[in-house]
């Protein structure tokens, strides 16, 4: 949403008229704001997340020192939280930090789907809206410091998808490792390997695909053709020039400098 400065107010009698009976999670792109419900209020800025409950009174103000800002809105069914109302009471107006933890995981990984959703089928949606709500989920219940409320599958979901984020964060090092992932995650490299397990994948694996797909994408950027083939490779973390051309003509049929070149004669672009 795209909004010049507003302020709004639900109240009781709005409530009794249409109440959806939905949380709305929002996530600031651009611009501050202000949500109060059940006697707290919560300032939030770029990045940050705060949630408010349509089902009771609240009162809330968006961006009102600057012309506009933006805000990423997900409404969901509150039934779908595995909160106790007690709980559910306890976490509207209550400000989750963008900038650290798993409150900066839920606030990236929000906006880099909403970014990507026009390229998202049917399919690829309903399995994202279930991510969505576990690392929202998991996110919440560090919030109550009520994380064992959270169920365990939730968990996992929601742990991989950090570790996810943490080896695209570090493609570039080359001794981006299992035990360094695993560590770095607290956990055993034996529960890695079962949560890669339960995704299709390997730990290893994962990791070249996603190299290889950065080492592509930079192979046909015209803006990169002076860049030595073995120095992309380098950046994303292939130690070995022979083996990155090794597994690149595995996975896309073509040697390096081939798909270079098709690329460049694709757009007329001259290659050395």
Request: positive net charge.
């Amino acid at each position: 949403m795209t909004a010049t400065p507003y302020s709004i107010e639900r109240t009781s009698r709005l409530i009794g008229q249409a109440d959806p009976g939905v949380f709305k999670l929002g996530c600031t792109v651009h611009g501050r704001g202000m949500v109060a419900q059940d006697g707290r209020c919560a300032e939030f800025g770029p990045g940050d997340l705060v949630l408010s409950d349509t089902s009771r009174p609240y009162v809330a103000e968006f961006a009102p020192d600057i012309p506009g800002g933006q805000v990423l809105v997900l409404r969901f069914p509150r039934c779908l939280l595995p909160f106790p109302d007690r709980d559910l009471r306890r976490l509207t107006a209550v400000r989750l930090r963008g900038d650290r933890g798993i409150g900066a995981l839920a606030s990236q990984f929000l906006l880099h789907m909403a970014r990507h959703m026009h390229e998202l089928g049917p399919p690829d949606a309903a399995r994202l809206s279930t991510v969505t709500l576990d690392v929202l989920t998991a996110a919440l219940g560090a919030v109550l410091d009520a994380e064992s409320a959270v169920p365990s599958h939730t968990g996992r979901r929601a742990l991989t998808v950090q570790i996810f984020a943490f080896i695209r964060q570090n493609l570039g090092d080359p001794k981006l490792t299992p035990d360094v992932i695993a560590a770095a995650h607290h956990i055993s490299l034996r529960y890695l390997h079962k949560l890669f397990q339960e995704e299709g994948h390997t730990v290893a694996g994962w990791v070249r695909e996603r190299r290889l797909e950065r080492c592509r994408r930079d192979l046909a950027d015209p803006r990169l053709a002076d860049r030595p083939i073995n120095a992309i490779a380098a950046r994303w973390g292939f130690s070995s020039a022979a083996h990155f051309s090794q597994a690149f003509r595995g996975a896309y049929g073509l040697s390096p400098r081939q798909f270079r070149r098709q690329c460049a004669e694709a757009k007329g672009v001259c290659v050395p």
